[in-house]
């Protein structure tokens, strides 16, 4: 007994050691950072403690394990104060000029902050129609993981920034975590995507000027059908690996067999989602009231360029290649004529063993969708608006 209670003093030592080392050398410069700018004191995040780097020389760059390489196995190039090229905006960062080995995609864990890493400016952005700034705040199971196969090629050919966010699963950002995500964003050269699963981010609340957003969404049955049998057996990707938390009766239940036993996987709560990303990080966001829907109509009138349909793909892209040409020009042929490996993505993409909802199923779930169909119509409307605004016609 006295060998287990020093085992177990131990292991409690040593977890709260490292979690004081944790606090010290990442949470707590970017807590200070947070202060600053409350008591309105605006640091540039060059000016952050570089700390996979050299905390004496800040133009001495280290790599973290999950940002050395890209995708590609390419290495990732420093962007150091002493290059040739100035940044178009006129910041005293410089930027490689060679372009033929230029990395344009970067891969964010968000807990670090530094030159290199990210492809930062020593000053905060402003909006041009030329050097765009587009948050990319994907809605699950919205074919979003499609669309990034094309924007990733994209960035490559036409020569932005994307930034990939690591983290998958935290959709609700706590507030000092989201001051830091919008600082990064205003300091990020333009012009740039950044994608990730995250609820919207009101910038005007921390006096940032706003990036343009854009999401798709599709109708709301089909997309909560297809997330319920994502969970249970994935989808083609054989290097993933798929866990359920449930029993093996509970994983092989059917959705009709959840929606009449009532099961609280299918209720109205756990039914509402795609509402949340168009509203906010306001814990109220997380709830289906009408005071969720207007407040997610509002931002997507104010903040939102484009929100595009999953049913209308095409549509998308090329509303997208009209709004932001050196961004998204190529993006219509990449979808129609894809690579071989391409297509095989988008295949693998599908989600595996769905079955459709039974008419007296989809009456059930449509009634208590109530609110997430109500937004889906108004974004349907304000897409159709937006494509005869700009000469595309709707192709039945």
């Given amino acids: 007994m006295r060998m287990l209670k020093g085992i177990k003093r131990y292991i409690t030592l040593v977890v709260v050691v490292c979690c004081c080392v944790w606090y010290v050398f990442q949470w707590k410069p970017l807590i200070k950072h947070n202060k600053l700018i409350k008591h309105g004191k605006k640091l540039s995040l060059a000016q952050l403690p570089n700390i996979h780097g050299d905390r004496e020389n800040p133009d001495s760059i280290k790599w973290s394990s999950n940002s050395e390489f890209d995708r590609s196995g390419n290495k990732m190039l420093a962007i150091k104060k002493d290059d040739d090229v100035s940044s178009s905006l006129g910041s005293s960062w410089k930027f490689n000029n060679d372009t033929a080995n230029q990395k344009w995609i970067y891969e964010w864990n968000e ?9 930062l400016v020593d000053r905060l952005n402003v909006y041009s129609d030329d050097m765009p700034r587009i948050i990319f705040n ?17 960035a490559e050919r036409n020569r932005f920034n994307m930034i990939e966010s690591l983290v998958y699963t935290q959709k609700i950002l706590p507030p000092e975590k989201e001051e830091m995500v919008a600082q990064v964003l205003s300091q990020i050269q333009p012009p740039y995507l950044f994608q990730r699963h995250m609820y919207h981010i009101n910038f005007s609340y921390y006096k ?10 599709r109708d709301p049955i089909a997309r909560f059908t297809s997330q319920y049998y994502y969970r249970r057996f994935g989808d083609g990707f054989q290097e993933r690996t798929w866990t359920f938390n449930g029993t093996e009766r509970e994983r092989y239940q059917t959705i009709n067999e959840c929606v009449l036993r009532d099961q609280y996987e299918c209720s109205k709560r756990r039914t509402f989602y795609i509402i949340p990303f168009f509203c906010g990080n306001d814990p109220r966001c997380k709830q289906p009231t009408e005071w969720t829907l207007k407040r997610a109509m509002a931002n997507v009138k104010q903040d939102f360029k484009v929100v595009g349909l999953l049913e209308e793909l095409r549509d998308v892209f090329l509303v997208l290649e009209k709004t932001w040409p050196t961004v998204f020009g190529g993006s219509v042929k990449l979808l129609e004529h894809p690579s071989e490996g391409q297509m095989t993505n988008r295949t693998a993409a599908l989600t595996r063993a769905k079955e459709k909802p039974s008419p007296k199923v989809t009456a059930i779930l449509k009634e208590q969708m109530d609110l997430e169909y109500r937004f889906y119509s108004f ?6 608006a937006l494509k005869r605004k700009l000469g595309i016609r709707h192709k039945l």
């Fill in 208 to 217: 940032l000027q706003s990036p343009s957003y854009i999401n798709i969404i």
């Fill in 379 to 384: 974004v349907k409307s304000r897409f159709h």
């Fill in 138 to 154: 994907r809605v699950g199971k919205c074919g979003s993981r499609s669309v990034l196969d094309i924007f990733r090629n994209l």
């Fill in 111 to 119: 807990t670090v902050v530094y030159q290199g890493l990210l492809p």
